[in-house]
């Protein structure tokens, strides 16, 4: 069977089973339009969907998905902002409550952040720049924590990026403003597809947790604590925790 048609039949057993056993719900969200109240930006990676993740149903969730997970800085230049445009869209056009950056394990995205040398990397027109927008986290594990090896030093780049794509979101004028008025927060999460763990963001603690552990897995970036967020310290102590291997973070071993 090729791919294509077991695609076609997949949307068939879909048609016939959950469409059919939801149609009221797609009927509403078709007649009422969407209003979801969280915003996850997620990865491309085919193993990582936030949808099976969270078991939500349609109009719960709106995602918006790269290579990486990456949030790029606040910068209206008239180009194309693919993800800048999702993000704002869902903000101020529906005013989505929560704002979860979702990074994952064995990303894809980071492995090319981290291999400069990568002939075949080299060749690509559009991998590079766009993974290079998390320079800033690869760079402060390299520096901050040379002894990792390289197991390890992926794991803590994708950690690192979550937290600077979180930065990052911060720094657009309308999410500020609705961070700062209390009602938009900003969550750092990661999952972990080799032990089906996710982990929390914790920014009292500069650490991700797994929920399980976490003291308040739903601890987020608020006016509170939104000024952290906005300087190197809070990434610098997220390395130190790398560093000293906190429960639930990358040890020099390599042990995940």
Same mark, same amino acid.
């Given at each position: 069977?090729?791919?294509?048609?077991?695609? =076609?039949?997949?949307?068939?057993?879909?048609?016939?089973?959950?469409?059919?056993?939801?149609?009221?719900? +797609?009927?509403?969200?078709?007649?009422?339009?969407?209003?979801?109240?969280?915003?996850?930006?997620?990865? *491309?990676?085919?193993?990582?969907?936030?949808?099976?993740?969270?078991?939500?149903?349609?109009?719960?969730? +709106?995602?918006?998905?790269?290579?990486?997970?990456?949030?790029?800085?606040?910068?209206?230049?008239?180009?194309?902002?693919?993800?800048?445009?999702?993000?704002?869209?869902? *903000?101020?056009?529906?005013?989505?409550?929560? =704002?979860?950056?979702?990074?994952?394990?064995?990303?894809?995205?980071?492995?090319?952040?981290?291999?400069?040398?990568?002939?075949?990397?080299?060749? +690509?027109?559009?991998?590079?720049?766009?993974?290079?927008?998390?320079?800033?986290?690869?760079?402060?594990?390299?520096?901050?924590?040379?002894?990792?090896?390289?197991?390890?030093?992926?794991?803590?780049?994708?950690?690192?990026?979550?937290?600077?794509?979180?930065?990052?979101?911060?720094?657009?004028?309308?999410?500020?403003?609705?961070?700062?008025?209390?009602?938009?927060?900003?969550?750092?999460?990661?999952?972990?597809?080799?032990?089906?763990?996710?982990?929390?963001?914790?920014?009292?603690?500069?650490?991700?947790?797994? +929920?399980?552990?976490?003291?308040?897995?739903?601890?987020?970036?608020?006016?509170?604590?939104?000024?952290?967020?906005?300087?190197?310290?809070?990434?610098?102590?997220? =390395?130190?925790?790398?560093?000293?291997?906190?429960?639930?973070?990358?040890?020099?071993?390599?042990?995940?």
């Amino acid at each position: 069977m090729s791919v294509l048609k077991r695609l =076609i039949e997949g949307f068939v057993d879909f048609r016939a089973g959950y469409w059919r056993d939801n149609r009221p719900l +797609f009927e509403r969200l078709a007649r009422e339009g969407q209003q979801p109240k969280v915003l996850i930006v997620a990865c *491309v990676d085919s193993r990582v969907d936030p949808g099976i993740l969270t078991s939500t149903q349609p109009g719960d969730v +709106f995602t918006i998905r790269n290579v990486g997970a990456i949030v790029p800085p606040y910068g209206p230049d008239g180009r194309y902002h693919g993800t800048s445009a999702a993000l704002e869209f869902g *903000v101020r056009a529906l005013g989505v409550e929560q =704002i979860v950056v979702l990074g994952h394990a064995l990303c894809g995205g980071m492995r090319a952040l981290l291999a400069e040398h990568d002939t075949q990397l080299a060749q +690509f027109e559009f991998l590079k720049p766009w993974t290079e927008i998390m320079r800033r986290a690869a760079d402060a594990v390299r520096l901050g924590a040379p002894e990792l090896d390289a197991v390890a030093t992926q794991k803590a780049v994708e950690q690192a990026a979550v937290v600077v794509s979180m930065g990052n979101v911060l720094s657009f004028p309308w999410v500020r403003e609705k961070v700062e008025a209390g009602t938009l927060a900003i969550h750092g999460w990661y999952f972990d597809l080799r032990t089906g763990e996710l982990s929390a963001f914790d920014p009292e603690e500069a650490r991700f947790a797994p +929920f399980v552990a976490a003291s308040d897995p739903e601890r987020p970036i608020t006016s509170g604590n939104a000024q952290q967020l906005d300087t190197d310290r809070l990434l610098a102590r997220l =390395i130190d925790n790398f560093r000293i291997g906190k429960p639930g973070l990358t040890t020099a071993s390599g042990t995940l």
